[in-house]
């Protein structure tokens, strides 16, 4: 599976959009860009994926540049709740599942 | 569904004892995950089954590491003997064969005094 680069903390006001990169320059054709977030004590939480095209659902946005090289997770309207570590994986999807973690970008949304 | 439930939540236990972990998956869901979380390594693989047979093993850091899943509906993670070392957040995830969404337990703090 490909690496990903995360920045390793990001601070954001709530009510704004957090914006969150994910750098991973050496994506294979048939990988999957996913993200997963772990607030505090918590079991991780899927958030959303995507292939290709950008991806929308009630969580979040993604945003996948057309190179595949990179992307960005936005939460619309963060809120202090989503204060967590974001977690940036790329795998194929026929691989068993196997979603193997970096160390992930933790969000502070401050008041 | 009350999704994957992890058991103990908590657990204190002393060197050289052996250490059981317990998950319950999600039912349905063929694939089942165990994770360990540390501050210095964060999130790892231990191990992953798919209709409850071993498939990728390689993260389990020692022979002292066992998993089994006897059935589709549990799995244990066993140490033996523990060490300090082994202190950590245990997880235990699941997900379904069409699915691209791992859900995880609450986890297993273990503590090896």
């Known amino acids: 599976d490909a690496k990903t680069t995360q920045p390793p903390s990001m601070d954001c006001a709530e009510g704004r959009a957090a914006n969150l990169p994910c750098n991973h320059s050496?994506?294979?054709?048939?990988?999957?860009v996913y993200w997963y977030r772990q607030i505090h004590s918590q079991g991780p939480q899927y958030i959303i994926h995507?292939?290709?095209n950008n991806e929308t659902n009630e969580m979040a946005s993604l945003i996948i540049t057309e190179d595949r090289k990179s992307s960005t997770l936005i939460l619309p309207h963060a809120t202090l709740r989503d204060t967590a570590v974001y977690y940036c994986?790329?795998?194929?999807?026929?691989?068993?599942?196997?979603?193997?973690f970096g160390q992930g970008t933790e969000l502070s949304v401050k008041p | 569904d009350a999704g994957v439930i992890q058991s103990p939540r908590h657990e204190v236990t002393e060197m050289g004892q052996e250490v059981t972990l317990r998950c319950k998956p999600i039912?349905?869901?063929?694939?089942l995950f165990w994770y360990r979380q540390t501050m210095m390594r964060g999130l790892e693989l231990l191990i992953y089954?798919?209709?409850?047979?071993?498939?990728?093993d390689s993260g389990m850091p020692e022979d002292r590491f066992s998993a089994k899943m006897p059935n589709a509906s549990f799995s244990t993670l066993k140490i033996q003997p523990s060490e300090p070392r082994d202190s950590a957040v245990y997880f235990c995830?699941?997900?379904?064969?069409?699915?691209?969404?791992?859900?995880f337990g609450q986890g297993t703090r273990l503590t090896v005094v």
């Open positions: 995830a699941s997900r379904g064969a069409g699915g691209a969404e791992a859900f």
């Open positions: 994986i790329v795998r194929v999807d026929n691989q068993g599942g196997k979603l193997i």
């Open positions: 050496t994506i294979s054709g048939n990988e999957y």
């Open positions: 995507g292939l290709k």
């Open positions: 089954f798919n209709n409850n047979v071993p498939i990728d």
């Open positions: 039912s349905g869901h063929d694939y």
